[in-house]
């Protein structure tokens, strides 16, 4: 893999023609001032970024990550697939070595959408980042090693779910408190499936959390663990509402704050997740993360009403996220002496079972999966996905996963399952994901 | 008739053109230090003999202002900046002397934080002190909203009374792009001084001649400016020369379908695109020596590749330009070039052949090959370079960022099959090159003077940036500094704003005399984005962008060279 050592790859997409409703927050206009301040400001004439045009992800782009339920088209439009191809392109200009690293500034967003989608939650229909991620391993090795921190205000449950179980794959999601926030989850002890314990980190934060708390947990949690971890990629999910103004959350983070975060983290993608304080933080943001990567002096970059001491938080929050931190902390030095049994249980498989609701396309889905715990590979996966639209249609999807690096057995077996279930499931509908063949089937 | 004269690299070339073509043509050599000596020999020599009084228009394409700027000549520049929150200001201090002001303006074109006289007298003094009188201000969203940069104006008019001239940023062009807006009034007002001098002889001399037609200047758009006129935007007239050569291609060839058009001279190719005999535009402005602008420019890609580019020898391939020595050695220059390699091939009776076959001499007994072998290989090598540069500029659209959906999936590309050859080496090569792409190819008759006919055949051209932002209660056009104030209950369509944008641009073309036939207006960009507040819409936001297209003047019926495919 070649690697270029300076220049940064642009990839914006704003999706001018394009909203989930005309006053809903993902609509035409949410980057419409973010669009301003980067023209006003020359951007794209600057030497070291260079601008890529959007493309267009496949359908088996989507399947790599995706069991869409009954299929793509029904589930991702146009705008899914080019926000989806944006973050594509910025992949492409960093593994072919054009740039050092890239920012998708795409929207609509993905990190809340799960492995298996049935409509969108969250604003989200397909994950954009997991879908990039796929097709990196595919096109450029699967051997690669992968670390998301997800910086949105919100849990990336969605990227969470996709790599649950897949030890190459550390996903670390820094949110607003569960208790406080959508989709009210991600919380510390969650940690990931048998096959990749502790590669699935979660740092809920306090709200009221500023640039201060944020920064305490990178400099004592996040670097020190990538600095572990030692993945060949880092990627930013780069949600922007933990903004002191997002109109949806109730953190306190400004511009500064942001571009420090990208300084620090030095992701080699980042790829746009939510952010909806359209006027007042996006335009003013987005252009410090652009400056950070692309090494250019982003001290001036404010937004109208910030002053110094929006840094300071109470001693309440800074005590709380210490406590976090250090939670975390012992969880991560401890992940290779714990027994796993004690968590999952001695059964030769995993099983959880769990409710999921879509917000945006509210849709009820019971979701039962059973884990193998192959002792040569992460093992195949059954899953059983009931979903109740909002019509009061019911569908049923039976999916039969293969991960990477499965193992012979582990691969027959799984094939075999997908058979005997296409056989005896008349009216439901079958899907085998097999991530190690790239084989994707349906009984469609 | 039209008078044209065209400044060149080398060569002033002069035309007379009736309405059906060339009735009289001059060519001097152009003096770079004193252009409006060679622009006065042209203008005599042409004219000889032609009654003034039917000469209804004059048509001037020069480099003066490319040149003054490339050489960087000029007055010295204060300039202040309201540069607002971004990137580090420091960046963008291109003038003699600089003030930076902390009064700035948002994306809506609301005041954020207000101007301070003080500091406005403060930079004066220090203006003073070195004597400088030429001065720009540039804020940053002045093009939302110009009441800072006439502030500042007012100040320094009453606190200076002694300089010469205030140019302002949102005047110059309605595009956002702070660090270009920047460049581009400092350029202007950098060459104010050299570019009035200009016009002044220009019309004394004019007037010496009894020629009292109104004179027009070329401008990088293809488009024409009233001399007068140019004395507020300079820098609109620089990079002149190749928009001279693209409206020569259209005047003299027409084609419904998208064609390159390569002026190939002794040094440098300029390559352009036509798409129906509309030529395509530099996406964000052009790039004036080191300085990127928001300058509108036609579309052109230069090459170091030419009829008299020097051929050598590194290692064992042959290198083709960028430099140029002399002429052909078939012409007694003294090195090998292209057009000695076509000589070689006695694919055309110019110069000496057997001075061509000798100074191919020493690379033939180098790469131990007979010397038509190597003139085959240079050939086949400018065919590459040229056809490399085709791909090039064809992919530069192709994957031109879009924004929205629509756009992305409508996957424009150019599909070329003409080529238009202008400059002298031209029938030699162009005809190579189209065989090899499968293309037709057109080589215009008057093709040594095609430069001088495109000056003469351009019409004016403007074009304005209307923005309407019924939220923040305003409509404004920046090139013309107007800003009406709306009611909150208005209620303008993107319709009624486009209506709005034509009607503006239709009432200066009559300001400007534009004859009506030559008014063509076309609105290149309509945009429109409801503003949501909480969950009501309370507004609406639109951009609209208006333009007189460059093309060929009514006046000119010249019989064109048809190509159908």
């Known amino acids: 893999m070649k690697r270029a050592n300076k220049g940064t790859g642009l990839v914006f997409f704003p999706a001018f023609d394009w ?21 006003e400001e020359g951007i794209m004439d600057l030497p070291n970024i260079k601008e890529y045009r959007a493309g267009i992800a496949s359908e088996k782009d989507v399947q790599r990550v995706h069991i869409c339920v009954p299929n793509v088209s029904a589930v991702a439009t146009e705008s899914h697939l080019i926000s989806a191809g944006g973050a594509i392109a910025a992949a492409d200009a960093v593994l072919q070595g054009e740039v050092k690293n890239a920012f998708a500034l795409v929207r609509p967003p993905g990190h809340h959408a799960m492995r298996v989608v049935h409509g969108a939650r969250g604003f989200c229909n397909i994950n954009n980042e997991s879908i990039m991620v796929e097709y990196i391993r595919k096109k450029y ?18 990227t969470q779910d996709i790599y649950y179980n897949d030890p190459e794959v550390l996903h670390i999601s820094i949110h607003q408190d569960g208790r406080t926030l959508y989709p009210g989850t991600g919380f510390v002890d969650e940690l990931g499936g048998p096959g990749a314990f502790a590669s699935t980190l979660n740092v809920p934060l306090p709200p009221n959390t500023t640039d201060e708390g944020l920064h305490y947990v990178l400099d004592n949690f996040v670097l020190p663990v990538l600095e572990e971890f030692k993945p060949d990629l880092v990627i930013n999910a780069a949600g922007q509402d933990n903004h002191y103004t997002d109109p949806l959350t109730n953190m306190k983070i400004s511009a500064q704050g942001y571009a420090q975060l990208n300084e620090k983290l030095k992701p080699d993608i980042a ?69 796993l049994n004690k968590i999952f249980g001695k059964g030769r498989y995993y099983e959880r079972y769990r409710r999921i609701y879509y917000d945006t396309d509210g849709i009820q889905e019971e979701q039962k999966e059973k884990i193998y715990r192959c002792s040569e590979c992460t093992g195949y996966r059954l899953i059983t996905s009931k979903a109740r639209l909002f019509t009061g249609r019911k569908q049923t999807a039976h999916i039969v996963l293969i991960p990477h690096h499965a193992c012979r057995s582990c691969q027959e077996v799984g094939l075999e399952e997908f058979h005997k279930l296409k056989k005896n499931e008349k009216s439901d509908f079958v899907y085998l994901q097999d991530s190690e063949n790239d084989l994707y089937l349906s009984n469609i | 008739m039209i008078l044209a004269i065209d400044v060149g690299g080398t060569h002033t070339d002069a035309v007379l053109l009736d309405s059906t073509g060339v009735v009289g043509s001059a060519k001097v050599p152009t003096k770079k230090e004193d252009l409006l000596e060679c622009v006065l020999q042209a203008i005599d020599q042409v004219i000889q003999g032609c009654p ?31 540069p607002g929150p971004g990137i580090n200001p420091q960046t963008l201090l291109i003038g003699e002397e600089n003030v930076i002001l902390s009064g700035y303006i948002d994306h809506r074109g609301r005041e954020v934080a207000p101007i301070y006289e003080e500091e406005i007298i403060r930079g004066i003094e220090k203006l003073k002190e070195k004597n400088i009188k030429y001065i720009a201000v540039v804020g940053k969203f002045s093009t939302r909203n110009n009441k800072h940069e006439l502030a500042v104006e007012r100040i320094i008019r ?41 016009v002044y002889s220009i019309q004394d001399a004019l007037k010496i001649r009894n020629i009292s037609a109104p004179v027009y200047l070329l401008k990088a758009d293809g488009g024409t400016v009233e001399l007068i006129n140019s004395l507020h935007k300079p820098v609109e007239t620089a990079l002149s020369g190749p928009a001279a050569s693209i409206m020569g291609a259209i005047s003299l060839v027409d084609y419904n379908g998208t064609a390159i058009v390569l002026d190939i001279g002794g040094t440098t190719t300029d390559l ?10 530099q996406p964000k402005g052009a790039i004036i020596g080191d300085y990127k602008t928001l300058v509108r420019a036609l579309y052109t890609k230069s090459f170091g590749l030419g009829g008299d580019s020097v051929v050598s020898l590194v290692g064992d391939q042959l290198k083709i330009g960028p430099e140029r020595m002399g002429p052909a050695a078939c012409l007694g220059g003294p090195c090998p070039t ?118 003469g055949c351009a019409r004016t051209t403007a074009i304005i940036t209307l923005r309407v932002d019924t939220a923040e209660g305003f409509l404004s056009i920046p090139e013309y500094s107007y800003r009406e104030t709306l009611s909150s209950s208005s209620r303008i369509t993107i319709n009624e704003a486009e209506a709005m944008a034509v009607d503006w641009i239709r009432k200066k073309a009559s ?24 969950f009501y819409t309370v507004g609406r936001i639109m951009d609209i962008t208006a333009q007189i297209k460059p093309g060929i003047s009514s006046m000119i019926s010249i019989d064109k060279e048809a190509v159908s495919k």
């Open chain 1, 19 to 39: 909203a989930i409703s005309a006053t809903h927050p993902e609509r035409e206009e949410r980057l419409l001032y973010t669009r301003d301040q980067i023209f």
């Open chain 1, 141 to 158: 090795g699967n051997h690669l090693k992968i670390a998301f921190v997800d910086t949105d205000a919100h849990h990336a449950d969605g």
């Open chain 1, 271 to 339: 790829v746009l997740q939510g952010g909806y304080s359209i006027e007042g933080a996006l335009p003013y943001v987005n252009v410090g993360i652009i400056l950070a990567m692309a090494g250019i002096d982003y001290s001036y970059v404010k937004e109208p009403d910030y002053y110094p001491e929006r840094r300071l938080q109470s001693d309440r929050v800074t005590e709380q996220i210490k406590r976090t931190v250090e939670q975390l902390q012992t969880i991560w030095s401890k992940r290779n002496s714990v027994d």
């Open chain 2, 52 to 82: 003034v009084e039917q000469i209804e228009k004059v048509n001037l394409s020069t480099t003066l202002t490319t040149n003054a700027i490339v050489e960087n000549k000029g007055e010295k520049v204060g300039l202040f900046i309201l």
């Open chain 2, 158 to 198: 009453k606190n200076y009374p002694q300089i010469e001239d205030v140019v302002l940023g949102h005047t110059l062009s309605g595009s956002l792009n702070f660090p270009r807006r920047v460049a581009t009034a400092y350029l202007s007002t950098k060459i104010k001084k050299i570019h009035k001098n200009f």
């Open chain 2, 272 to 281: 352009a695109i036509l798409v129906d005999n509309v030529p395509l535009f």
């Open chain 2, 338 to 455: 292209p057009t000695d390699a076509f000589s070689v091939l006695n694919l055309t009776d110019l110069g000496k052949r057997e001075l061509a076959v000798a100074a191919y001499q020493g690379i033939a007994n180098s790469l131990g090959l007979e010397v038509k072998e190597v003139a085959e290989m240079v050939l086949d090598k400018v065919k590459k370079i040229i056809i490399g540069h085709i791909n090039e500029a064809i992919n530069e659209f192709k994957d031109q960022p879009v924004y929205t959906i629509h756009e992305l999936l409508e996957n424009f590309t150019l599909n070329p099959d003409l080529l238009i050859g202008i400059g002298g080496p031209a029938h030699l090569i162009i005809p190579l090159i189209a065989s090899e792409l499968n293309w037709l190819y057109s080589i215009p008759k008057d093709t040594t003077v095609a430069n001088a006919i495109g000056a």
């Open chain 2, 511 to 534: 300001e400007m005399s534009i004859p009506r036939s030559d008014l063509d207006v076309e609105i290149t960009e309509s945009q429109s984005f409801n503003v949501v507040d909480g």
